[in-house]
């Protein structure tokens, strides 16, 4: 099987549209140039994977970017 070489411009498909773009380019590309078309699978789903690991994980650990609102402390004293 003889590889055509395909345009880079490939590569905006999974940047633009991450695993849906991956996979479109993929299929549209895979017969002509299969190198090409397997690095636009991996890059779409690896700019899936990095919102998820910016956003979800800290999140399910307990570290927020807000700051955390602390409730005024009760006590004696009446303010005039």
């Not at 700019?47 to 402390?73: K, N």
Request: aromatic content about 12%; some cysteine.
């Amino acid at each position: 099987m003889q590889v055509k070489r395909r345009s880079s411009f490939w590569f905006l498909l999974p940047i633009i549209f991450n695993v849906v773009g991956g996979v479109i380019a993929f299929f549209v590309i895979k017969e002509d140039d299969p190198r090409k078309a397997w690095n636009c699978l991996y890059l779409g789903i690896i700019l899936a994977i990095i919102p998820v690991l910016l956003i979800v994980v800290p999140v399910l650990v307990g570290i927020t970017l807000i700051p955390h609102v602390v409730p005024p402390v009760a006590s004696n004293m009446h303010y005039v």
